[in-house]
């Protein structure tokens, strides 16, 4: 069974930057999407950016030219850096296994590291 560890997570200002990692155990994560999705409090998880096993990538609108996904399949970790943080980024930010691009169903995921940007 698969197991995604979320880090990177913190406190920053706007306008400053953040750079999570996901790493995956149980698995190998080069022959699957990845994605990265986020909830805000009172809000419902929505989809951040993804990225197949070839290397193509998906970003939502709010964040794209701000973040940017990336993987190394040898250390069987996912990224995302995050840059130009706005306060409408707070959020738990999740990684997870997509099983289908585009809609962005998943199986597997982690439990998430917060992501706090003030003010």
């Known amino acids: 069974q698969v197991q995604l560890v979320e880090s990177g997570g913190g406190l920053v200002q706007a306008g400053g930057s953040l750079r999570l990692s996901c790493a995956a155990s149980g698995g190998t994560i080069s022959t699957y999407h990845m994605g990265w999705f986020r909830q805000a409090p009172g809000k419902e998880r929505e989809f951040v950016s993804a990225i197949g096993w070839s290397g193509s990538t998906a970003y939502a609108d709010s964040v794209k030219g701000r973040f940017t996904i990336s993987r190394d399949n040898a250390k069987n970790t996912v990224f995302l850096q995050m840059n130009s943080l706005k306060p409408d980024d707070t959020a738990l930010y999740f990684c997870?296994?997509?099983?289908?691009?585009?809609?962005?169903?998943?199986?597997?995921w982690g439990q998430g590291t917060q992501v706090t940007v003030s003010l």
């Open positions: 997870a296994r997509v099983l289908r691009w585009s809609t962005w169903a998943s199986d597997y």
